[in-house]
């Protein structure tokens, strides 16, 4: 589709303007500043740092530290998944803040992008955030990310939340600023914390940042790479479980959410955007295919707005979150909540054109409606034995399969893409 306007990618969050809105997860890919000038260079809209602390005991590096997945399995090397022991920067804090954050701060000044830097400290130790906060903003950044969610500390401050409201508050009167708070999927109760911290002043939320995991070697009898439960880099299986919870943030409160976990490709990032995320942040698949993954996701995001005839990200952010309900909402609209099957409402039906017999659905099918018939090389469909679940339309290595109107044939009702037809209806 022909546009008449020139395309803005331009985002603005808490007043600051990012050209675009690919970033790079907080991780070794920014620490100083040659390492700012390599992200910067691969087209990203603004530069966010390397998780920075103070205590020595959080800043120990083990070596080797990274453990890709895919030398064990294939699903995870195409899923690009790994598990990391790394932690954050090794320098202390005042090399850090009078060295590395001004040589990042003169490379995105030099660029035109925001700098949002990343750290943490002592949960019970408000002053040494206060202290470090009001370092980082002399030093040159434009936002800070106050980490909550690394595998070092993030248990304490998630006994409590009196602990991060009071973080929160003290760093409050240390800055000008803006700052936020970047969290872990494990962080509960989400909607009384992130109401908590909204109310005492931050202007965004990360989420989220790497569950933990553990993954054992079976050949080898051993714990893969090292002994020890750490970070587990889900890679693009995370996105469903961290859109979902971006999507109750959302719903609960007024605030910018940056999108992370899974984003390997563009459509991942739209996802995250088209629910109403502000900024998106790339780390996993930066690791896994390296830096010009950036200038793919955005370059795959500018040419869908083409198609879809948009002009600004402002177009189409959050233009799924609406649509998006709670289950027990969903459930109260169904029509046949308790039937069994021969009266359940759909069924299957194949499209004998596109079907290979392959037998896919009759080996996965658990109500057992699908049967070969090996000598006219075709599949049966018992229609009396089918509890309408579609799962045999998504399940169909040739989209052969699409559900309909048992009593009159019409359809299709769920045919894999959007979602089923009954859903729209209230």
């Given at each position: ?53 103070s205590p020595p005991e959080f800043r120990i590096r083990l070596r080797p530290y990274q453990f890709p997945l895919g030398r064990l399995d294939r699903a ?87 602990s991060s409201f009071h973080i929160i508050e003290e760093v409050s009167k240390s800055i000008q600023i803006p700052f936020g708070v970047k969290i872990s ?242």
């Open positions: 589709m022909k546009r008449d306007r020139p395309l803005d990618l331009t985002v603005k969050v808490a007043g600051v303007a990012f050209k675009n809105p690919v970033l790079p997860g907080a991780s070794e890919f920014v620490f100083d500043g040659p390492s700012a000038k390599r992200v910067a260079e691969a087209g990203v809209g603004g530069i966010v740092t390397k998780t920075f602390t995870f090397l195409e899923s690009g998944s790994f598990y990391s022991l790394a932690s954050p920067h090794v320098e202390e804090m005042n090399i850090v803040i009078e060295k590395n954050i001004p040589e990042i701060a003169d490379v995105c000044r030099e660029r035109g992008l925001p700098l949002i830097v990343s750290f943490y400290e002592k949960p019970g130790m408000a002053e040494d955030w206060r202290r470090v906060a009001k370092g980082m903003e002399k030093a040159g950044a434009n936002m800070i990310e106050l980490n909550f969610s690394s595998p070092t500390m993030k248990g304490e401050l998630e006994k409590s939340l009196t999927p494990s962080m509960e109760p989400l909607v009384d914390a992130v109401k908590g911290w909204s109310q005492r002043g931050i202007s965004f939320i990360t989420a989220h940042n790497a569950p933990s995991g553990v993954f054992v070697d079976v050949e080898a009898e051993t714990p893969f790479g090292a002994p020890a439960i750490g970070g587990y880099l889900i890679g693009r299986p995370f996105l469903p479980l961290s859109l979902a919870r971006v999507v109750q943030i959302l719903k609960a409160v007024d605030i910018p959410v940056f999108g992370v976990g899974g984003i390997f490709r563009w459509d991942d990032a739209l996802q995250y955007l088209l629910c109403g995320c502000s900024l998106i942040e790339i780390g996993t698949a930066a690791y896994i295919e390296g830096i010009g993954v950036f200038k793919k996701v955005k370059d795959g995001m500018v040419s869908w707005m083409g198609r879809k005839g948009y002009t600004s990200i402002s177009g189409f952010r959050g233009k799924v979150l609406h649509q998006i309900v709670t289950t027990p909402e969903l459930k109260m609209r169904e029509k046949a909540p308790f039937v069994l099957p021969p009266e359940t409402p759909y069924v299957p039906r194949i499209d004998r054109k596109k079907c290979t017999f392959c037998g896919t659905c009759y080996r996965t099918c658990v109500y057992q409606v699908f049967d070969l018939d090996k000598h006219r090389k075709t599949v049966m469909i018992d229609k009396d034995r089918c509890w309408s679940c579609g799962f045999c339309v998504g399940i169909c290595p040739e989209n052969a399969i699409v559900l309909v109107d048992r009593k009159r044939g019409r359809g299709p009702i769920w045919k894999g893409r959007g979602f089923a037809a009954p859903f729209g209806k209230k």
